[in-house]
């Protein structure tokens, strides 16, 4: 049993999940929630909703709550009756779960029953997410988070059970499972990346040992340039016998990524996708050398016109240059939401290649489209606040970035940028008061953000 997609939502249960979102919109969380439950036992696989679900529940009852110990697998004090109807039809079990989840959305005991419901189901991402949220709440508690990890390593998702174990780690330093596991999991994952089975010896990979040397010296980190060169030239050799073998072809692009020779990274990665028959992360490898071989000409642009400041066909070609970019973004970014239109993380990219091209009106309707996807909502109502701001339409600015706030709860770099646009805002509406309550937000927890602390002590007349 796949997890299911909005797409997939009856109507009925779509119009319900829409008027969620509108609520999380509004910052209404508590009739979000309930919501969303209703919805949730029509679509008990919709992931989607339990995770805008979980963080709605997060914002009303004020994060995870303080515990004493977690014993064992308590399923007493009232989870026996759930445990029970798990074994039977784990189905029925999750509103059950759920509305006891609402009151304590991190507690350690319904997360992992939820796991063991939705594992009986089948749902591999739904099991994670339920034991993804003890570790987010209470990373302390090792026995549930090697739970999570040997499941992650059972789906042969590596790299995931590496990470569960490096944080089982530093709340637990010395419990050698997880230090055993770390590296493990570790080693898998780069094997997997590189495309190596399990089963499949040094020797079938290394034809001789000339061979075993080079594969030796390519798995080591922190080369030298000469190193990196030789190896390079090496690799070009090998190109020129055969110009169509792939890992020849990945390797060379590697390499020349890692001399920062952006060019030929760009043109090797480009010719590994074509090789590959569409291998998106070769295509967007090149995608990302092409933006380094742009940005290193800008800045010998940029360099020359800083450098000759009188000359006015360099300052043209650099003006000319600018505009050229910012309107192939905008370009790219309609490309993209033509062929997904109803992807708000492709809304949210235009909307901000409008901005950054100045063109504040057309940015507008596609940032508050992009505000339906509740995981980049801050990110959004920020560029929108900034978008009201440049359009003199502060009022409403701060609206928007009140709006980002209260979905941010912990004073990470997003939340101090909010308050520190917010302040901007307030100061500039001669809202004196208004602009040091946020500053002072600041203040409190990084006295070396920007200029908070001039800002801040000025008001107090040191």
Partial sequence: ???????????????????????????????????????????????????VLRKCETIVCGGPKKRSSFLGMKTGGGFGKIASQIKKDPVPALPMIEEELEKDPFNPELNDLLFEAFKVMGLVESSAFALETVRKG????AKLLHKLAEFYLGHEMFQKASEVYRDIIKNHPTDGTAIKGEKDATARASMQKGGWSEQASMKDLQRNKGEAAEL????????????????????????????????????????????????????????GFTLSNGDVALQTKAGQMNDRVEEQQMKALEASAASNPDDPEVQAMLAERKAKRVAEAVEECKRRVEQNPTDPI??????????NAGDFSNAIPHLQQAKRNPHIQSKVLLLLGLTFKSKGMLDMAVKQLSDALGDLIVMDNTKKEVLYEKGLIHDEMGDKPGALEAFKQIYEVDYGYRDVAQRVESSYGG
Avoid: C
């Avoid at 492709?346 to 901005?355: K, T, V």
């Fill in 346 to 355: 492709s809304r949210y990219e235009l909307g901000q290649a409008y901005f």
């Fill in 1 to 51: 049993m796949p997890e299911s997609t909005e797409s997939e939502l009856a109507p009925n249960v779509k119009a319900l999940w829409l008027k969620a979102l509108s609520a999380v919109q509004t910052n209404n969380h508590g009739y979000a929630v309930k919501l969303i439950q209703t919805v949730l036992k029509d679509a008990p696989t919709f992931l989607e909703g339990r995770q």
């Fill in 138 to 141: 209470h990373p302390e508690e």
């Fill in 216 to 271: 030796e010296l390519g798995s080591k980190t922190g080369l030298t340039r000469d190193q990196l060169e030789d190896r390079r030239d090496r690799l070009v050799a090998k190109y020129h016998e055969d110009m169509n073998q792939l890992s020849v072809v990945k390797d060379l692009a590697g390499i020349y990524e890692q001399l920062e020779d952006w060019a030929n990274a760009h043109a090797f990665f480009a010719w």
